[in-house]
């Protein structure tokens, strides 16, 4: 199973929420922006439908595949 940290960082003047090198909006305080981590990682655990996905690898070939709704992460708020 994948296990993902979203860590409250400064951002654009203000706070938000990082995964990777991707950021959230920016919030006006840190509170905000771990309100709305927790929010988000919550989210991520919830099951859905299983679903096909198409999407293009690393290498430039298009790939498919069945995406299972009930493999969900283990998330975590750092920061």
């Not at 994948?2 to 990082?18: C, E, F, N, Q």
């Not at 990777?20 to 709305?36: I, K, L, M």
């Not at 290498?59 to 709704?69: A, H, I, P, T, Y």
Request: hydrophobic share 35%; aromatic share 8%; no cysteine.
């Amino acid at each position: 199973m994948t296990d993902i940290t979203y860590r409250i960082v400064p951002h654009d003047g203000g706070w938000a929420y990082r995964l990777g090198e991707v950021f959230s909006e920016t919030f006006a305080d840190r509170a905000a922006a771990a309100t709305a981590a927790r929010r988000v990682a919550v989210e991520q655990q919830r099951p859905g439908k299983d679903v096909g996905i198409v999407y293009e690898d690393e290498n430039g070939v298009w790939r498919e595949e069945l995406s299972d709704g009930d493999d969900r992460p283990t998330t975590h708020v750092a920061g």
